[in-house]
């Protein structure tokens, strides 16, 4: 299966917008090039891409008008919009938010800071994607899944965590800020407010950063934030003082949503924040139906995984989609290799598995799916990831279950580690199910 983004790029300069195609090639993406604006509905529509960035201002038409025609048609209005404007004042961005773009930055940003933008953006169209096939697969089983007000997305009493020194600057940003729709919670010390975002909840995290400042200590909170399978969602603005552009572009690299490389006023920073919160939000809305379709219909015997009989109709779904549409598809098999040795006993058996599939299940993305499909077995389809992400998140995975102790059902521990093997395997062009799941069990190791 193709290891593709797709993406159309709409722009009333068509040389630029096949510029931008090309630029975004490399980086894994099939683009299309669509230079006017009255095409960019029934393109967007027939095509249904990941997401859809505009290349500056069309001729024919207001960009801030198509904007507001796709997130206003049911067909469209899923899908993430991203523009690279010449103007990103407060003012404009303010207005692009109100038109129901997903994102702006500034047109003449580096190619590196424009894909990592594009990276958040593409995440929340797979967990969309995921939304509507969940269900889909659900209601096969019987199950009708409440999706009322979904998109329907309150950005008010916005909570948070705003991560800086006690300096003058960084004080009277955060005041600033709670004058705002935001209400700050003030933390200076960075691991306190590594821990605070592990315990609490918030909408976004801003990290302030002032000349003289320990840049370490805010790249290391952003990496912490979004190495952490249960944080990694959560936005993360950095605002750092003036001439630390490289700063800013190191941030990037190290997981931060935003950064703005220049001393900010307040309205910069909220209207930053406004599309972060926003996406955040709408995270949090799709959350609640996907987790839903686990009910006793679908699910297997141990708590938070999915049957092995759900499993295979949803990859069946999943494979179908891939081959109509180009997604991404992989999955990820853990044979949990020693529990019969461990336990002695069913009931310890099923306690020692039931820790690992609570591991596992939390250690995904809500739009990954986990599912018991053998005795010792857990399988997990991870929709939009390409093979080396799999693995990626397949070693984390094995790294943890191998240096947890587990517990027998009377809570002694068990005196030994678990050994697991694992696969990881991205789908073929029309590959079946049962095919697929066979070679994650060749991939074994």
């Not at 983004?5 to 090039?33: C, F, H, I, K």
């Not at 009255?38 to 990941?50: A, F, G, H, I, M």
């Not at 010390?189 to 590594?194: I, M, P, R």
């Not at 053998?374 to 080396?388: S, T």
């Amino acid at each position: 299966m193709a290891s593709l983004t797709n993406v159309v790029v709409a722009g009333g300069d068509a040389a630029a917008a096949v510029a931008r195609v090309e630029m975004l090639s490399p980086a894994g993406y099939a683009g299309l090039a669509v230079s006017n604006g009255l095409d960019v509905q029934s393109y967007v529509t027939e095509r249904q891409p990941d997401l859809v960035l505009f290349e500056g201002a069309f001729d024919d038409v207001d960009a801030f008008e198509v904007a507001r025609g796709l997130k206003r048609h049911e067909t469209t209005q899923h899908i993430p919009i991203i523009m690279l404007t010449a103007d990103a004042s407060p003012h404009l961005l303010d207005e692009g938010f109100a038109a129901g773009f997903d994102d702006m930055l500034d047109a003449d940003a580096a190619n590196e800071i424009i894909l990592s933008r594009l990276q958040p953006l593409v995440r929340l169209s797979t967990m969309h994607a995921e939304f509507h096939r969940r269900i889909a697969s659900a209601g096969k089983f019987g199950l009708s899944i409440d999706t009322e007000g979904v998109h329907d997305v309150d950005t008010k009493n916005c909570r948070v965590l705003f991560v800086g020194s006690d300096s003058g600057r960084a004080m009277a940003l955060a005041d600033a800020l709670s004058t705002t729709e935001f209400s700050p919670v003030r933390e200076t010390d960075h691991f306190k407010a590594g821990a605070r975002v592990a315990e609490e909840t918030f909408d976004a995290a801003v990290i302030a950063v002032d000349e003289g400042d320990d840049t370490d200590k805010a790249l290391n909170l952003c990496a912490h934030i979004r190495n952490n399978p249960r944080l990694f969602n959560l936005p993360v603005l950095l605002a750092t003082g003036n001439n630390q552009a490289e700063l800013a572009e190191a941030a990037y690299g190290q997981g931060a949503s935003i950064a703005v490389p220049s001393a900010p006023d307040v309205k910069m920073l909220a209207a930053g924040l406004r599309f972060l919160v926003r996406r955040q939000r709408l995270r949090w809305n799709l959350h609640g139906p996907i987790t839903a379709t686990l009910q006793p219909k679908t699910a297997d015997g141990l708590d938070g995984l999915y049957s092995k009989e759900f499993l295979r109709a949803h990859l069946a779904h999943l494979l179908d989609l891939g081959v109509r549409r180009q997604r991404n598809l992989s999955l990820a098999l853990f044979s949990i290799q020693n529990i019969a040795g461990l336990s002695g006993n069913p009931k310890d058996a099923k306690f020692l598995m039931q820790q690992a599939a609570d591991w596992i299940s939390g250690l995904v993305r809500v739009e990954d799916m986990a599912a018991r499909l053998g005795e010792m077995e857990i399988c997990v389809a991870l929709p939009g990831a390409a093979e080396r992400e799999a693995q990626q998140a397949t070693d984390r995975i094995v790294g943890v279950l191998q240096n947890n102790q587990f517990k027998l059902s009377d809570g002694t521990p068990t005196g030994s580690q678990i050994w697991v093997q694992s696969g990881a395997v991205a789908a073929a062009q029309g590959e079946t199910a049962e095919a697929l799941i066979a070679r994650a069990r060749d991939n074994l190791a």
